[in-house]
């Protein structure tokens, strides 16, 4: 109906109105941001800082940074998109000064408001649908949660989608369901609501690049340039770690079983540098996640589900 498609297209409108207005520049001046700063922990707590930017590579480059403070919001925003293209600084967005713009799917950073109350209220459906994982950042309580990897991330949203058919398909009545409406029809799969769990996996790179880069001094070129090594880097070892799995599986031929090996052979040990230089290679190679790690994920979750039955 007319109103149907008002309702659809309204959404639309004003994403592209808020990214006319707000999004965030393809070239980011590093003083507009945490790694300007004097020293480690001036702005920011440097766990905090170490967190927020691990967990943000571990997901992808995607982030919701939530706070009741529009400039302590925003200028964490600018420090995560420095970690992004200029394509994808492009499709990320500040926050608004004086009220708050809705969740929107598919942007990778974006800053949001706190109501009068103090809380934010995300569309589960929305933050389930996106296209990678999330890190969420709330810069209040210096919090950092991410959801689960990407092959983790797409079982859940195909699960998801096919609890959301059969509900469909279960409706009798031709009204219409709000599209942020979380369905509990399909017995066997009940979306776990705290989809964004603590960051589980330490890792090394980043963490010797903060230490690194605040030892240089700041408001020369020292900085920027140091961080364009660091993005430099983190893309050769994604691409090398394609590589390895290219050869491993003659081209993905055969399945890929040497994870052990891969981990001891190009020095990604610990898990969250690990998962930071698979993020990194999803981007260049989508589906390779799923590739990896599908046949042990598979095994598991229908484990634990067989067990959550009894």
């Given at each position: 109906s007319y109103?149907?498609?008002?309702?659809?297209?309204?959404?639309?409108?004003?994403?592209?109105?808020?990214?006319?207005?707000?999004?965030?520049?393809?070239?980011?001046?590093?003083?507009?941001t945490v790694l300007n700063d004097d020293d480690i922990g001036d702005s920011c707590h440097e766990d905090f800082l170490h967190k927020a930017i691990s967990s943000h590579l571990q997901t992808c480059g995607c982030s919701i940074v939530v706070g009741s403070n529009p400039e302590k919001v925003n200028k964490i925003v600018r420090t995560l998109c420095l970690f992004l293209t200029p394509a994808e600084r492009k499709c990320s967005r500040l926050c608004k000064a004086d009220s708050s713009f809705k969740y929107d799917t598919g942007l990778f950073v974006q800053?949001?408001?706190?109501?009068?109350?103090?809380?934010?209220?995300?569309?589960?459906?929305?933050?389930?649908?996106?296209p990678y994982p999330t890190t969420?950042?709330?810069?209040?309580?210096?919090?950092?949660?991410?959801?689960?990897?990407?092959h983790e991330h797409t079982y859940n949203q195909r699960r998801y989608m096919r609890s959301e058919l059969s509900a469909l398909w279960k409706t009798d009545c031709e009204e219409d369901i709000p599209p942020d409406t979380v369905i509990h029809t399909d017995e066997t799969f009940t979306p776990d609501l705290n989809i964004f769990q603590d960051v589980m996996h330490k890792d090394t790179?980043?963490?010797s690049f903060i230490d690194e880069v605040f030892m240089l001094k700041p408001g020369l070129s020292l900085r920027s340039t140091y961080l364009a090594q660091f993005l430099l880097l983190l893309h050769r070892k994604a691409l090398a770690l394609l590589k390895y799995i290219e050869d491993e599986t003659q081209k993905g031929k055969k399945p890929f079983r040497s994870l052990r090996n891969l981990k001891t052979d190009l020095d990604l040990t610990?898990?969250?540098?690990?998962?930071?230089?698979?993020?990194?290679?999803?981007?260049?190679?989508?589906g390779l996640h799923s590739f990896v790690f599908a046949k042990s994920m598979y095994t598991s979750m229908q484990e634990r589900d067989v067990l959550m039955s009894f």
């Open positions: 109103d149907q498609h008002i309702l659809e297209i309204v959404p639309i409108m004003e994403l592209l109105a808020s990214m006319k207005t707000h999004s965030v520049p393809e070239d980011i001046d590093i003083k507009d800053g949001l408001l706190k109501d009068s109350t103090g809380s934010f209220v995300l569309p589960f459906r929305q933050v389930l649908y996106s969420h950042i709330d810069v209040d309580i210096n919090t950092v949660k991410q959801m689960p990897p990407c790179l980043v963490k610990v898990e969250g540098d690990l998962h930071i230089v698979m993020a990194f290679a999803e981007k260049l190679r989508a």
